[in-house]
């Protein structure tokens, strides 16, 4: 079956201009996470949807990043005026809310994006 | 605050040679915990998780872990390692906060295989 998808693969950006990415989770699953991985880096939370409502913004760095989810479905997180430090591959996962701490995040493969 | 800290930046073994990734963790409540596994170009893949019962879980592609709450640690061992296992590997702990189930990952370790 279909796992989580996300596009641009790649996208390089002009320092600050807007950028958009954009994420397809699995069809059923209710949660849908957005984590950023930067070079040398683990991989940190930034949102957190539960349908389309985000109870849990913790991990966004500034009020430049936001992010939405229609219904269950589409999710697009949005830079706006980009700055360097925003280089860094972008990763979406979702899962099942249910489980609950032991449900299983599905990662796509992320959108690398490099801000010149 | 959790934390997870994985000690090895990047590690090279001989194809066929054992191998253990190590794992720290400082979480205040019962650790539920993962290993992932990313290899260049693709997403991250689940290798095996913990949550509670046997502290020795199996996990896919010939991997297991052990948890040891006395030293807080969650190492991964494979007893022969192919080349196909070079990768990055993830330690991560689940924790609650705000609503959510969020992944606390640690900086991952580099695996090289020499063949």
């Known amino acids: 079956g279909a796992g989580v998808s996300q596009s641009p693969s790649n996208k390089v950006t002009e320092k600050g201009k807007d950028v958009e990415l954009r994420c397809d989770p699995i069809s059923g699953h209710t949660a849908l996470y957005w984590y950023r991985q930067r070079l040398g880096q683990g991989l940190e939370f930034l949102i957190y949807?539960?349908?389309?409502?985000?109870p849990d913004k913790s991990g966004l760095p500034s009020d430049r990043f936001s992010a939405e989810r229609t219904g269950e479905s589409v999710s697009t997180l949005t830079i706006q005026r980009t700055q360097q430090e925003d280089s860094a591959v972008y990763l979406c996962?979702?899962?099942?809310w249910g489980s609950g701490l032991a449900a299983r995040q599905y990662f796509g493969p992320g959108t690398r994006l490099t801000v010149l | 605050a959790q934390s997870v800290t994985q000690p090895d930046i990047h590690i090279t073994v001989s194809e066929g040679a054992s191998l253990e990734l190590r794992c720290n963790y400082s979480?205040?409540?019962?650790?539920?915990l993962f290993w992932y596994v990313q290899s260049p170009g693709q997403g991250l893949q689940l290798l095996l998780k913990y949550f509670s019962g046997d502290t020795l879980v199996q996990g896919i592609k010939g991997f297991e872990a052990e948890f040891k709450r006395s030293q807080s640690s969650f190492n991964l061992r494979k007893p022969s390692v192919h080349w196909s296992d070079a990768a990055e590997y993830f330690c991560a702990v689940a924790v609650s906060g705000a609503g959510s189930y969020q992944l606390t990952f640690g900086k991952g370790t580099k695996l090289s295989v020499i063949p």
């Open positions: 979480y205040g409540a019962t650790p539920y």
């Open positions: 996962a979702s899962s099942f």
């Open positions: 949807f539960q349908g389309n409502s985000a």
